[in-house]
């Protein structure tokens, strides 16, 4: 299942962003999808995610910022980011898990199926 990010870039503080995650092959019906960061030398975190049932999920950090969307028409994810700050500065991946569970970080994180990640800066 490729999972291909694209939307990363520098913005200033302030600004705004949209990520995609074009996700190919990936025809269960009931899924986890989302989005992670990691920042130089810290831990990876989740950002956002969204189940086939249409719950979403954000991290305390993002909430209110961020938005995160799935176009099933066109098999991509997005995650709108706006009022941008210096700390949401990170490499960005996608993610993609089949489950019939709960969808949620932790279980999101467990997947095989990672996107190559695209990076985005943001300057104060």
């Known amino acids: 299942v490729p999972l291909v990010e694209s939307g990363g870039g520098s913005v200033q503080a302030g600004g705004s962003l949209r990520l995609s995650c074009a996700v190919s092959?990936?025809?269960?019906?009931?899924?986890?999808l989302g989005w992670f960061r990691q920042a130089p030398g810290k831990a990876p975190e989740g950002v956002a995610l969204?189940?086939?049932?249409?719950?979403?999920m954000y991290a305390d950090s993002v909430k209110g910022r961020f938005t995160i969307s799935l176009d099933s028409a066109k098999n991509t994810l997005y995650l709108q980011m706006n009022t941008l700050k210096p700390e949401d500065t990170a490499m960005y991946y996608c993610?993609?898990?089949?489950?019939?569970?709960?969808?949620?970080?932790?279980?999101?994180?467990?997947?095989?199926?990672w996107g190559q990640g695209t990076q985005v800066a943001v300057s104060s």
């Open positions: 092959g990936y025809t269960y019906s009931r899924y986890c």
């Open positions: 969204i189940s086939s049932d249409g719950t979403r």
């Open positions: 993610a993609a898990r089949a489950t019939s569970l709960s969808c949620s970080f932790m279980r999101l994180s467990s997947t095989n199926y």
